[in-house]
């Protein structure tokens, strides 16, 4: 039987606090574009997490899946194309 280790999850954690922290430095390198690249990277993990229960879970996803990725997509568009591409159809709406 394997020993267990009291400091594994420690052991295990720290790369990835190091990779995130890393990550978090490496957006502050870019003066003015952090938050779009911040939110191209939610985007791609909210893709990912749905093609993962996919793909991988072999679960269909709810309608809340759908709806919930649905609007992540249109906040990351917002975002991105710095709300040029989504205010004139708001405003066309009369909202």
């Known amino acids: 039987m394997a020993e267990t280790c009291p400091n594994c999850d420690l052991a295990r ?32 993990y909210s893709s990912a997490a749905i093609l993962w229960l996919l793909q991988v879970g072999g ?23 710095g709300h040029t591409a989504i205010m004139p159809i708001i405003k066309g709406t009369g909202l």
């Open 13 to 44: 954690a720290f790369p990835a606090r190091l990779g995130l922290a890393l990550f978090a430095w490496i957006l502050t390198l870019h003066p003015t574009a952090a938050g779009r690249v911040e939110a191209a990277y939610g985007g791609v």
């Open 59 to 81: 679960t269909k996803p709810s309608l809340w899946d759908v709806i919930d990725h649905f609007v992540t997509l249109c906040g990351i568009a917002s975002i991105e194309t």
